[in-house]
């Protein structure tokens, strides 16, 4: 098992900045696999918003959706299981709740909330 938990979420304004969390624990949890986040606004359907590669892997590096291009970055501490997604310049179409994710096996926490007021 995995155990994924978010934090960092909250209320700011256009144009400012907010950085998520996500913890990983659990006898299954490894740095060798790919990370990620998805975002999942009122009545729309959860969607892709950044991954980044695990050690090891054969393609290391990090992978946006186009809208957060430039704006959002993705990291990791391998040292403390720890996943980041650093957001800035965030526009109002970026509330939601954010979910932290492991691709390969399916795992998810339980989402933090971003509001962003114009």
């Known amino acids: 098992q995995v155990q994924l938990v978010e934090s960092g979420g909250g209320l700011v304004q256009a144009g400012g900045s907010l950085r998520l969390s996500c913890t990983a624990s659990?006898?299954?949890?490894?740095?060798?696999?790919?990370m990620a986040w998805y975002r999942q606004a009122p009545g729309k359907e959860r969607e892709f918003v950044a991954r980044i590669s695990g050690i090891g892997g054969s393609s290391y590096g990090e992978s946006y959706e186009e809208s957060v291009k430039g704006r959002f970055s993705i990291s990791r501490d391998n040292a403390k299981n720890m996943v980041y997604l650093q957001m800035n310049n965030l526009q109002p179409d970026d509330t939601a709740t954010y979910y932290c994710n492991m691709p390969v096996r399916g795992y998810w926490g339980q989402g933090t909330q971003v509001t962003v007021s114009s």
């Open positions: 659990g006898r299954l949890w490894t740095p060798i696999y790919d």
